[in-house]
T-cell receptor
Framework: GAGVSQTPSNKVTEKGKYVELRCDPI?????LYWYRQSLGQGPEFLIY????????DSGLPNDRFFAVRPEGSVSTLKIQRTERGDSAVYLC???FGSGGYNEQFFGPGTRLTVL | AQKITQTQPGMFVQEKEAVTLDCTYD???????LFWYKQPSSGEMIFLIY??????QNATEGRYSLNFQKARKSANLVISASQLGDSAMYFC????????????FGTGTSLTVIP
């Protein structure tokens, strides 16, 4: 079966530009998560969706970051006015349910480089 | 305070030997889950093992076992009979029931298996 997919795998942009990162979760998974992983660090939570709604967006660093999941499946992470400090690997994960044992299945990530 | 602490930035182990990767955690929530993930150089996070805070026995999954010492708040990963393919980054993560569904990750341990 297909795992979590993310596109693009790599994105290079210039400071100040707008970018969109896409995540396609495992079919049937209702929970979707976005994380950011900087070099030499563990993943850092950004936002969690249960269905179509953002159940927890407490990890978004500022209002330049926004994410949507309009139909409860595919999600898009949007970053406005990118800064060099936004350069990182952005990981998406999905799980069948939320809480408890439910492991999160991760995608391969999108490596974002802001020049 | 860090939720998850991994104090070993890098570890080496001889092929076929066992190795222990350390993880300590900090929480006041009585209900939580502990997870270990492997991240090869390809970047994808691979789930290895889970331990619930109320589980009476240490979790085991094949060559992976979790040495759970609740009073000491430690959840060390033991890999037995190391293989060359075990060389990767290993992350310990925690989910608390009272802070939603995000995972808190440690900074990881880089494991190198020597032939």
């Amino acid at each position: 079966g297909a795992g979590v997919s993310q596109t693009p795998s790599n994105k290079v942009t210039e400071k100040g530009k707008y970018v969109e990162l896409r995540c396609d979760p495992i079919s049937g998974h209702t929970a979707l998560y976005w994380y950011r992983q900087s070099l030499g660090q563990g993943p850092e939570f950004l936002i969690y969706f249960q269905g179509t709604g953002a159940a927890d967006d407490s990890g978004l660093p500022n209002d330049r970051f926004f994410a949507v999941r309009p139909e409860g499946s595919v999600s898009t992470l949007k970053i406005q006015r990118t800064e060099r400090g936004d350069s990182a690997v952005y990981l998406c994960a999905s799980s069948f349910g939320s809480g408890g044992y439910n492991e999160q299945f991760f995608g391969p990530g999108t490596r974002l480089t802001v020049l | 305070a860090q939720k998850i602490t991994q104090t070993q930035p890098g570890m080496f182990v001889q092929e076929k030997e066992a190795v222990t990767l350390d993880c300590t955690y900090d929480t006041s929530d009585p209900s939580y889950g502990l997870f270990w993930y492997k991240q090869p150089s390809s970047g994808e996070m691979i789930f290895l093992i889970y331990q619930g805070s109320y589980d009476q026995q240490n979790a085991t999954e094949g060559r992976y076992s979790l040495n759970f010492q609740k009073a000491r708040k430690s959840a060390n990963l033991v890999i037995s009979a190391s293989q060359l393919g075990d060389s990767a980054m290993y992350f310990c993560a925690m989910r608390e029931s009272n802070t939603g569904n995000q995972f808190y990750f440690g900074t990881g341990t880089s494991l190198t298996v020597i032939p």
